[in-house]
């Protein structure tokens, strides 16, 4: 996982997040983990966090800026939205999808404005 493609990297990370919740896996233990599936830039990021002792969370929104222009993040969300929606099947799989987008993204928006956007 080198960060370049935008996807990949937002599906990285929320198996990273998903993992670092289920074990309650602190800063150090979650970058020893990544370090060992990362190349390129992406890599060069971890490195940094384990240097600096930097929190996941602060990582985590720093990754998404670096590979991630500004602009680009909003269009990217509301197209993550839009294809949860369009997958169909339960709605308890739609909502965690919604979720776990958020999660990817760190949106604080509730379910009205994400159906707003949508």
Known sequence: MNGIDVNLLCDFLLKVIK???????????????????????????????????????????????????????????IARYGRVRSVGGQFSNYVQALKDTALVFRTSESEAQVAKEL
């Open 19 to 77: 993992i670092r919740q289920l074990e309650q896996m602190n800063g150090s233990a979650i970058y020893e983990l990544m370090y060992r599936y990362c190349r390129g830039e992406l890599l060069a990021l971890v490195i940094q966090a384990i240097k600096t002792r930097e929190t996941f969370e602060n990582f985590h929104a720093w990754s998404l800026g670096h590979f991630i222009p500004s602009r680009e993040m909003s269009q990217l969300r």
